[in-house]
């Protein structure tokens, strides 16, 4: 059974750090990983989607990388802004059960302070 | 693009009654939504994934008489909590996978919050 493990639980730092979020995920046949993000309150916001053919992908201030044979995922934070101050979550669809189901991780909350 | 859209976004009821929530794709064809809980300071847990035109998958525990899941297009999909109970108040969330090959993004409505009196 896959599992997706985000550690730590919460992060507090001060503005302008550059930040490093872990996943690890138990098995390494997946189709793809995603990250999101949840603010107080709200649904998810997709912010990166690598496929699992992929190693990385890229949006702004946003990196996140794959290697799917240890079973890992970094989500790079560059400069980090109060208005990052989120939870962010990490996601994997297993290749096998057939059908295209989100295994989620718990999710890390991040405050950045000004 | 890709926008999911959940209505209400907040409801309260009275214990017994019924309450239906909408999860509508905006901008494009969803062939598969899927319907998650989430408890305070917990992930989402997955209740169940609906196909258009077919009946929807249940996760094991997921009550599928009180968890009434309705994919009637290919742009809704419905959730009704029947007989609604105060342990059902939780955050309820869709999400919309677009018709293309497996392994596409889902993208995730806002948000419902039920509450249970």
């Known amino acids: 059974k896959q599992e997706v493990t985000q550690i730590p639980a919460a992060l507090s730092v001060p503005e302008g750090e550059n930040l490093v979020l872990n996943c690890s995920f138990t098995?390494?046949?997946?189709?793809?990983l995603q990250w999101f993000r949840q603010d107080p309150g709200k649904g998810l916001t997709s912010l990166l989607l690598?496929?699992?053919?992929?190693r990385e992908q890229t949006s702004g201030r946003l990196n996140a990388s794959l290697d799917k044979s240890s079973g890992r995922s970094t989500l790079y934070i560059a400069a980090s802004q109060p208005g990052d101050s989120a939870t962010y979550l990490c996601?994997?669809?297993?290749?096998?059960?057939?059908?295209?189901?989100?295994?989620f991780g718990k999710g890390m909350k991040l405050t950045v302070n000004p | 693009g890709a926008v999911v859209s959940q209505h209400p976004s907040r409801v309260i009821c009275k214990s017994g009654t019924s309450v239906k929530i909408e999860c509508r794709s905006l901008?494009?064809?969803?062939?598969?939504m899927f319907w998650y809980r989430q408890f305070p300071k917990k992930s989402l847990m997955l209740m169940a994934t609906?196909?258009?035109?077919?009946?929807?998958?249940?996760e094991q525990g997921v009550e599928k008489d009180k968890f009434l899941i309705n994919h009637a297009s290919l742009t809704l999909s419905t959730l009704t909590v029947t007989s609604a109970h105060p342990e059902d108040s939780s955050f309820y969330i869709c999400?919309?996978?677009?018709?293309?090959?497996?392994?596409?993004?889902?993208?995730f409505g806002p948000g419902t919050r039920l509450t249970v009196t």
């Open positions: 999400s919309a996978r677009a018709r293309r090959t497996s392994g596409s993004e889902q993208y």
């Open positions: 098995d390494s046949a997946i189709y793809n």
């Open positions: 690598i496929q699992s053919s992929q």
């Open positions: 996601a994997v669809i297993p290749t096998q059960g057939g059908s295209e189901k989100l295994v």
């Open positions: 901008d494009f064809q969803a062939t598969t």
């Open positions: 609906s196909n258009e035109g077919s009946k929807a998958t249940y």
